[in-house]
């Protein structure tokens, strides 16, 4: 009985009032990403949003939660009809052929989604018309129309070369439309409108309950205030709709055929339309969706308002979602060249396919986590993302590794002696316990820059306590054999922790740690074998066998292109 609601809710024909209130004790993680338009090749900027995601989705993975990672594009819109008009192709070709770009990307940046959202895609299209249809049946008992969707005809500017409506913005200083937007005329246009301004203090309320209750709704929360000053100022309402007449590349209404859906309209509903339990050909699950929903939604900050901030939480609430059912955004900042954001029509964007293949996927998704913290905007410089790996991957960690290996080869020949008890040799225990006390910190608000410094910081240490016990002079020293069993098996112990905690941005590199260090757990050798609960001091058993290194991060140099 449940189950048949949900999958009402979840097509979007269930009356508003039939709510999903109950508790579901979770341990799950739903992480989504901005879906990318479809009218350009991929840049850094996009690359960066998705390994964030990736790296949240690992972290939680680590933990032993489920998790379901949703990204993928949005193919509908002008802006798509454009471009493949003048490529002289059909849009869904057109779009095909990016979607592949994006695809081929995350591959190659191993970021491992468990969802592809291409909003092209029939399922999806069932769900926006279901909701559009839903939303238009949830009639006033008083009026007989519909509570949130109304038909109403507007005048304004229109510019035919440019195909869209013009607003004071793109007015010149003197006033006028000027030359770009070509032929410029008044016209009254027929659109379908969504009621936003019935849910301004709906929505102000929420804001300040969520930050009040420790669970801002946005996060990071300096953020806050400007959505809620967005909301006060919210005025009018939103145009759902484009006549075909003059956009064609969009999903139909289902009520109305000459018209198409606001590509925004369309685009956000893909965190529910591709979020597990739905199925539309199946019918959905009411206690699947559940153990899922409410996804953590991994945004640009220039998306915040008005879409995710206000448009999204006010279109759930109309398909009757709870206040605790409304999803947190995390706002991320922008990837700039020399301040001004990155991006297609700037054309100052930075292409990650090429800088992967320059420098290697790993390099790339170390660089984007730690040289940026979340929610702030920094400046891309290749001159950095090389410096960055020489000296933390390659200088510190890569260093730890041979030496460890090395001395333990030649010292032990490669068998670990458990340390005597009640030892911690150069205080490696303790640094490990704070690293991982640090990465735990760090998960609460997100903030993975911060994350990868903390587990540096204990490759750093351990170095430091390489030079400080100086296992060669031990080895050499018949009545030092406990303190060179300690310091070497605390030094094999400490990779083997940082390995787990930093395979979320370097997986190959963690594997390749961990392969040497020959630890084998019951999980396997996929991703699964990297678990906290492993990160347990002592994991390594008296006489284990360490393997000899291989380097792992050789040193790179910047390679600009002539
Ligand atoms: N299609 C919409 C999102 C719909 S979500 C239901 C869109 N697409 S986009 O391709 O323009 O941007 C996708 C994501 O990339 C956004 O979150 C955006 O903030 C992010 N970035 C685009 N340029 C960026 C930088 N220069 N730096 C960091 N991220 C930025 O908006």
């Excluded at 009640?422 to 760090?442: F, N």
């Excluded at 400080?468 to 050499?476: E, M, S, T």
């Amino acid at each position: 009985m449940i189950i048949e609601a949900w999958s009402r809710v979840r097509c979007g024909i269930a009356p508003a009032d039939r709510l999903l209130n109950f508790t579901v004790v979770k341990n799950t993680f739903f992480v989504t990403t901005a879906i990318d338009y479809t009218n350009g090749a991929p840049h850094l900027g996009h690359a960066y949003e998705k390994v964030l995601a990736d790296v949240l989705a690992r972290y939680h993975r680590l933990k032993g939660e489920e998790v379901f990672f949703l990204t993928g594009v949005d193919q509908h819109g002008q802006k798509v009809q454009q471009s493949a008009e003048k490529q002289g192709v059909a849009p869904q070709e057109f779009v095909n052929g990016v979607t592949a770009q994006f695809r081929s990307l995350w591959e190659k940046l191993d970021v491992r989604y468990d969802q592809w959202a291409a909003t092209t895609d029939d399922r999806h299209k069932q769900c926006v018309r279901a909701i559009l249809q839903r939303l238009w049946d949830d009639k006033d008992p008083r009026t007989g129309a519909s509570r949130w969707i109304y038909k109403d005809s507007r005048g304004g500017y229109y510019s035919v070369r440019q195909e869209q409506f013009l607003t004071d913005k793109e007015r010149g200083p003197d006033g006028q439309f000027g030359p770009e937007w070509g032929q410029v005329e008044f016209r009254e246009e027929e659109n379908y409108y969504f009621r936003l301004e019935g849910s301004r203090q709906w929505l102000l309320d929420l804001i300040d309950a969520r930050s009040r209750a420790g669970n801002p709704l946005v996060l990071p929360d300096f953020r806050v205030a400007e959505l809620r000053n967005a909301v006060e100022k919210l005025a009018g309402d939103l145009c759902i709709s484009r006549p075909k007449a003059r956009l064609s590349w969009g999903i139909e209404f289902p009520f109305d055929a000459d018209f198409v859906t606001y590509v925004w309209f369309d685009a956000l509903v893909n965190y529910i339309s591709f979020a597990p339990g739905y199925d539309p050909a199946v019918g959905a699950d009411l206690a699947e969706f559940h153990g899922w929903w409410p996804a953590l939604h991994v945004i640009g900050k220039d998306i915040l308002i008005p879409a995710h901030g206000v448009y999204w939480p006010i279109m759930l609430r109309a398909l009757g979602f709870s206040d605790e059912q409304i999803p947190t955004l995390l706002v991320h900042g922008w990837w700039n060249i020399g301040g001004e954001k990155m991006s297609k029509s700037q054309g100052n964007s930075v292409d990650p396919d090429v800088l992967a293949d320059r420098y290697g996927a790993e390099a790339l998704r170390y660089y984007l986590m730690t040289d940026i913290a979340t929610g702030r905007d920094a400046d891309f410089s290749e001159e950095r993302l090389v410096q960055r790996y020489n000296s933390e991957l390659a200088k510190n960690l890569g260093n730890l590794l041979n030496r460890t290996l090395n001395m333990a080869q030649k010292y032990q020949g490669g068998t670990l002696k458990a340390p005597a008890a009640g030892t911690d040799a150069g205080g490696l225990r303790a640094a490990s316990e704070a690293a991982i006390q640090a990465v735990a910190d760090g998960l609460k608000t997100d903030q993975v820059q911060a994350i990868a410094g903390a587990i540096l910081a204990f490759s750093s240490h351990a170095n430091g306590a390489i030079e400080a016990a100086a296992p060669w002079k031990l080895a050499k020293d018949p009545g030092a054999a406990d303190a060179l069993n300690g310091i070497l098996y605390g030094l094999v112990e400490s990779l083997r922790i940082i390995a787990i905690l930093i395979s979320p941005f370097v997986p190959d590199a963690a594997h390749g740690i961990l392969d040497q260090l020959n630890w084998k757990t019951e999980h396997g050798h996929g991703n699964e074998r990297f678990r906290l609960a492993d990160t347990g001091w002592g994991g390594l058993p008296e006489g284990h066998q360490v393997s000899a290194p291989v380097p792992l991060f050789p040193q790179l140099e910047v390679q600009k292109a002539e």
